[in-house]
T-cell receptor, first 113, second 111 residues
Framework: KNQVEQSPQSLIILEGKNCTLQCNYTVSPFSNLRWYKQDTGRGPVSLTIMTFSENTKSNGRYTATLDADTKQSSLHITASQLSDSASYICVVSPSGGSYIPTFGRGTSLIVHP | NAGVMQNPRHLVRRRGQEARLRCSPMKGHSHVYWYRQLPEEGLKFMVYLQKENIIDESGMPKERFSAEFPKEGPSILRIQQVVRGDSAAYFC?????????FGPGTRLTVT
């Protein structure tokens, strides 16, 4: 069964600090992995997308890494801002004809001033 | 280029009524996905449609739920005879390739 596990479930940090969110998956065969940011009451917004051959992708202060061998990904947020408070969702899509992605439950990040 | 539009944003229905949720994909996108998000849960796939075709509805409950994406107009997710357990946020996403763009969601509350 395809699964995506994220940790921690929630995280509280001070403004300006860095943090790293984790994602482990069992989806196979693998096509791509995406990180989304979901603000409260809004739809998810894509931050990064990585395919099998990519092991790092940056989008401003967000840097995602991917280890396809260990089936792990991380999202690193640098110099956090109050607006980073949101849920961060890891989504893994299979290849080989199936297009149905598997979503993690998300990590809830709260950035305090 | 407007993003994915969903309406209504909030919908309140009494048990037994019908709920109709609408999704207008981004211009040029012919693929629509519907997802449901329960409180404290991840998004769960419901159905994947292309114009006038249901490609995969493996995530849809067998009864009361249906979806369509007509040649003209928005995609519709229809829930008949709603029950309290249907209360959730329903998101649609559209794509032209493997990148999906999400709408703001419709929050359904069944009283």
């Amino acid at each position: 069964k395809n699964q995506v596990e994220q940790s921690p479930q929630s995280l509280i940090i001070l403004e300006g600090k860095n943090c790293t969110l984790q994602c482990n998956y069992t989806v196979s065969p693998f096509s791509n992995l995406r990180w989304y940011k979901q603000d409260t009451g809004r739809g998810p917004v894509s931050l990064t997308i990585m395919t099998f051959s990519e092991n790092t992708k940056s989008n401003g202060r967000y840097t995602a890494t991917l280890d396809a061998d260990t089936k792990q990904s991380s999202l690193h947020i640098t110099a956090s801002q109050l607006s980073d408070s949101a849920s961060y969702i890891c989504v893994v899509s299979p290849s080989g004809g199936s297009y149905i992605p598997t979503f993690g439950r998300g990590t809830s990040l709260i950035v305090h001033p | 280029n407007a993003g994915v539009m969903q309406n209504p944003r909030h919908l309140v229905r009494r048990r037994g009524q019908e709920a109709r949720l609408r999704c207008s994909p981004m211009k040029g996108h012919s693929h629509v996905y519907w997802y449901r998000q329960l409180p404290e849960e991840g998004l769960k796939f419901m159905v994947y449609l292309q114009k006038e075709n249901i490609i995969d509805e493996s995530g849809m409950p067998k009864e009361r739920f249906s979806a369509e994406f007509p040649k003209e107009g928005p995609s519709i997710l229809r829930i008949q005879q709603v029950v309290r357990g249907d209360s959730a946020a329903y998101f649609c996403a559209s794509s032209s390739d493997y990148e999906q763009y999400f709408g703001p969601g419709t929050r359904l509350t069944v009283t």
